[in-house]
């Protein structure tokens, strides 16, 4: 079973290439109708996440994403504490 890494947690992915290929293009898909009640726009970054595991522009992608929203994340905890400790 292959695992995508996110945040330092595994998350478990299909097996087989051409599963995680459809499923992944069907998130996608899913994602784009995302004014429908039931899917939403949830469905585009999973699909992604599941996409990167074998194209290596969408882990990149991902990976860049994911430095992006760590960064992000370390500014608004230094200034909380800062605004704290103040």
Do not use: C, T
């Amino acid at each position: 079973m292959a695992f995508v890494r996110i945040n330092g947690h595994r998350y478990p992915v299909p097996g087989s290439p051409i599963i995680r290929v459809v499923l992944g293009l069907v998130l996608i898909g899913g994602g784009f109708l995302g004014f429908l009640p039931i899917l939403g726009f949830w469905m585009l970054p999973l699909g992604l996440v599941i996409l990167s595991v074998d194209f290596a522009p969408v882990r990149r992608l991902r990976r860049r994403a994911e430095v992006w929203w760590g960064r992000r994340r370390q500014r608004k905890r230094r200034a909380a504490a800062s605004s704290r400790s103040e």
